[in-house]
């Protein structure tokens, strides 16, 4: 299941480095959760 998450981290990121403004804050957060996880 956390593959899967990651998974979704790639297919998302690149979408957030497009919109840093709108997007950075959420994907820093998501991130620090994925990274508390692993």
Known sequence: ???DKY???AA?????D???QS???LAK???DKY????
């Open 35 to 38: 990274s508390a996880i692993s």
């Open 7 to 9: 998974s979704r981290i």
């Open 12 to 16: 998302w990121k690149p979408f957030v």
């Open 1 to 3: 299941e956390v593959e």
């Open 18 to 20: 497009k919109t840093p």
């Open 23 to 25: 997007s950075s804050q």
């Open 29 to 31: 957060e998501l991130l």
